[in-house]
């Protein structure tokens, strides 16, 4: 069960309100999604999911609510959620780490599809070398771990996101991915299906699986 003092409770509700009001500044005039949908499920404990009432809950734009969607201040993605009532709203931040160890600079960075954020911290307070993510609402965390698989992006010519698909994990208030967590599969603007959030480790044995059939197929190409 996921224990959270009085101090920390206020520090992640205002930060979490001073987010949201950023974004809803940035995405007031445009990005309205035209599909959209989230899949949310907590596992009971966990500060940000309690608001779902222990519920697996789904959100679906035009439905529900409406999505917007835009790029953050790190070169990730931000998509809000509006319910239409003054406290049923999620905001979605995910941002890849700034550090590359290839050039050895630090620089924002866009996310890329197939990839598999692990060890994030909290955006944007995250260090260059962590990927960044936050799923708040009118609960917040002052810090987090998980991960979030990228699935799908693209973005427009003046930068826009146009299409964005991840599933995700987030444990609040822990640095090493333990406790209640929330997890979630969010869609917008793309047509991959909504489905249940796997593990990372699931994740990576697909991976490896696709890489040891191409190998097993070079082989035999080299007998044929």
Known sequence: MQKKNIGTKCFGWVASIGLLLASQFAFASHNLAQTATVFLKSEPGN????TLGGVATTFTH???GLFYGNTNFNGGVSIYFDGGSGWNWFLFDFA?????????TVDNHP?????????VQRYPFNLDTRPGMDISNRHGNSRLSGWFKVLDVAYG???DITRFAADFTQFGESDNST?????????FNSNIAINPVP????YMMFGLGLATLALVRRKRAKFH
């Open 47 to 50: 500060w940000v999911g309690d």
């Open 62 to 64: 035009g439905m529900d």
């Open 96 to 104: 890849a780490p700034k550090y590359d160890p290839i050039t050895n």
């Open 111 to 119: 996310l890329k599809a197939g990839v598999l954020y692990n060890n």
């Open 157 to 159: 010519n003046n930068g």
């Open 179 to 187: 406790g209640p967590a929330l997890h979630g599969s969010l869609r």
């Open 199 to 202: 593990e990372p480790e699931t």
